[in-house]
């Protein structure tokens, strides 16, 4: 399987544009992830410029993995998404992406690696509109995908993908080796260059716990 490099020209200019996409995609009402999911996400993976063609062919783009932990937001885990497992597609390519972790078992999973979608982690094309709480409340779905196209708003199969850590862009972020545990756990604070997406994190989907 292999993972499209960074289109950014550093981690902090990534983890900036992944901010504006989850704030795109719980704000602007043609996009907006319902509240109830939001509010019982246990973490998200934001994806920018996934083409469906290169997923196809065993490429695809560059995202973060961030966690709900005891102490507030993990710092962001820096992933590729690749893989030939593509489901419906909304123009065969997606601008960006997100999916929405629901259960405890999703967060343990990327915190030990590879993790492939509809294998280890069930996914879905997440509920939207009235009937988004009660589905929420009942799901045993571990991810919710949310997708946007050139202006289009829309689910997004992505069943047969890989998500992998970037494990270089991690130790440059970080300024050391860093597991994927270390990181979704909270054990790693999150550096200055994430405060942009902490911002957006605490806004749009609030842990109740005082940053540090």
């Not at 996400?41 to 783009?61: C, E, M, P, Q, S």
């Not at 992406?97 to 915190?111: F, I, P, Q, R, Y």
């Not at 779905?141 to 997004?156: E, H, I, K, R, W």
Request: no cysteine.
């Amino acid at each position: 399987m292999g993972v499209a490099g960074t289109v950014f020209a550093n981690a902090k200019e990534e983890v900036k544009q992944d901010a504006n996409i989850l704030k795109n995609f719980s704000t602007v009402p043609e996009r907006q992830i319902p509240p109830a999911v939001l509010k019982n996400a246990k973490g998200f993976a934001i994806f920018h410029v996934v083409d469906v063609a290169l997923l196809v062919n065993g490429k695809g783009g560059p995202g973060i993995v961030v966690s709900r932990t005891n102490t507030g937001w993990s710092g962001p885990m820096f992933v590729g998404l690749g893989g030939a497992g593509v489901g419906a597609q909304i123009g065969g390519k997606v601008k960006d992406l997100v999916l929405v972790l629901n259960t405890d078992k999703a967060v343990e999973a990327l915190s030990h690696g590879n993790v492939k979608l509809g294998a280890e982690l069930s996914v879905s094309a997440g509920p939207s509109g009235a009937s988004a709480e009660a589905e929420t409340a009942f799901t045993n779905v571990d991810m919710y995908s949310y997708a946007q196209s050139n202006g289009v708003f829309a689910g997004l199969s992505i069943e047969g993908s890989v998500i992998a850590p970037r494990d270089n862009v991690n130790r440059e972020f970080y300024g050391k080796n860093v597991t994927a545990s270390d990181i979704l756990s909270g054990k790693m604070q999150a550096p200055a260059a994430a405060e942009p997406l902490m911002t957006v994190l605490d806004s749009v989907a609030p842990t109740g716990v005082a940053r540090r």
